[in-house]
T-cell receptor
Framework: AQSVAQPEDQVNVAEGNPLTVKCTYS??????LFWYVQYPNRGLQFLLK??????LVKGSYGFEAEFNKSQTSFHLKKPSALVSDSALYFC???????????????FGKGTKLSVIP | GAGVSQSPSNKVTEKGKDVELRCDPI?????LYWYRQSLGQGLEFLIY????????KSGLPSDRFSAERTGGSVSTLTIQRTQQEDSAVYLC???????????????FGEGSRLTVL
């Protein structure tokens, strides 16, 4: 079974500082990994994904994430945080070769990011 | 519109009543998902439709929950005899293709917030 852990319920960072939102995963095969963002009272928006290739993937709004197979991690990063980045961030994983569940996207519980002016 | 549309955006009902939540996916998207988002619980998979295949109902929490997708497009999630623990945001998502071929992201609607008194 696939699973995702986001160890931090909340991350606080000062505006202009780098931010990291942590994610670790567990799948039996090679994962597809995703980050989504949710602003208040809105649906989830796609930020970026890792399917294959370069371990560092770049996405929307200046975010990037690094796939680390040995540590089974896919941490979300941004060099300089903005107040407008304050939102709920979800990491998600698919195992495309897991049979009947290969289409399921399993989400972490989310990390609330607060960027302090 | 171009995105996933969900209605109603908010629904308040009394315990024991039935509710229907509607999802209109992006035109041409063959895969449709329902997720439930409860406070502090992340996103919980409910059901998945892919084309004309039998849906995966493995995530439905009880037999009070059912869903259908008519004509491969609009989907309705029905909750019978609602209970207070059914209170949550119900999110619908669609994607262009399903199954192993899907390396892309899900597109989410803004959700239907259900409150059971």
């Amino acid at each position: 079974a696939q699973s995702v852990a986001q160890p931090e319920d909340q991350v606080n960072v000062a505006e202009g500082n780098p931010l990291t939102v942590k994610c670790t995963y567990s799948v039996s095969g090679n994962p597809y990994l995703f980050w989504y963002v949710q602003y208040p009272n809105r649906g989830l928006q796609f930020l970026l994904k890792y399917i294959t290739g370069d371990n560092l993937v770049k996405g929307s709004y200046g975010f990037e994430a690094e796939f680390n197979k040995s540590q089974t991690s896919f941490h979300l990063k941004k060099p300089s945080a903005l107040v407008s980045d304050s939102a709920l961030y979800f990491c998600a994983v698919r195992d495309p070769y897991s049979g009947a569940g290969s289409y399921q996207l399993t989400f972490g519980k989310g990390t609330k990011l607060s960027v302090i002016p | 519109g171009a995105g996933v549309s969900q209605s109603p955006s908010n629904k308040v009902t009394e315990k024991g009543k039935d509710v229907e939540l509607r999802c209109d996916p992006i035109s041409g998207h063959t895969a449709l998902y329902w997720y439930r988002q409860s406070l502090g619980q992340g996103l919980e998979f409910l059901i998945y439709f892919q084309g004309n295949s039998a849906p995966d109902k493995s995530g439905l929490p009880s037999d009070r929950f059912s869903a259908e997708r008519t004509g491969g497009s609009v989907s309705t999630l029905t909750i019978q005899r609602t209970q207070q623990e059914d209170s949550a945001v119900y999110l619908c998502a669609s994607s262009l293709v399903g199954g192993r071929a899907n390396t892309g992201e899900l597109f989410f609607g803004e959700g239907s917030r259900l409150t059971v008194l």
